[in-house]
């Protein structure tokens, strides 16, 4: 019970500690790592967007754009930012992660998995629905459902490498840079 309080203790004076530090930062480099996983959300957005907008044309889904394309946009935003916040940003200002590959490649595979995959998986079941609510596309029958999304989602797939690679890329470089922002405010002295 009391290694416990000794560390708690331990960590709030450690995050005391972080949290003077970054407050001495300039407010460009303070906006960093305040809003970086703000902006790998947003290109998750743009994303989901894309890979909506693919969909809607293969499955010739001419109805409901904004029923499609809010929660296209909202839960890739959503989920994207509220994962890279609690894997590489709170992690980095809380002195949890204090290695500059680990950092990179937490932020590379959020960009990878829930920045970039997950907003063309949720494109799928979102236009599947509304292709079979508007009769727009024939669908399958019981047996060939797989093959059929398989199908369908090649070319998609296809088509968002290169805003899946960017959106990989991107949550990499920002993580990297979150991180020499950190060891920015470590080498400033106590105020």
């Not at 407050?23 to 743009?46: I, K, R």
């Not at 490649?105 to 629905?129: C, S």
């Amino acid at each position: 019970m009391e290694h416990n309080q000794d560390n708690t203790e331990r960590r709030l004076r450690i995050n005391e500690i972080i949290a003077r530090k970054v407050a001495q930062l300039p407010e460009s480099d303070q906006n960093l790592l305040m809003t970086g996983s703000a902006y790998v959300g947003l290109n998750a957005a743009f994303c989901g967007l894309i890979a909506n907008s693919f969909f809607r044309r293969i499955l010739n889904v001419r109805h409901a754009r904004i029923t499609s394309a809010l929660p296209m946009a909202v839960l890739p935003f959503l989920s994207t930012y509220v994962t890279y916040r609690s894997v590489v940003s709170l992690p980095l200002s809380s002195g949890d992660l204090s290695c500059e590959a680990c950092t990179v490649i937490r932020g590379g595979m959020v960009g990878l998995i829930i920045g970039g995959f997950y907003p063309v998986v949720l494109a799928i079941p979102i236009n599947g629905a509304l292709a079979a609510r508007y009769s727009s596309a024939p669908l399958p029958q019981k047996g060939n459902i797989w093959t059929y999304w398989i199908t369908v989602s090649q070319p998609v797939f296809r088509k968002m490498v290169f805003p899946i690679m960017l959106q990989t890329m991107f949550a990499a470089y920002l993580g990297s840079k979150q991180y020499e922002v950190l060891i920015k405010a470590f080498e400033l002295p106590e105020p």
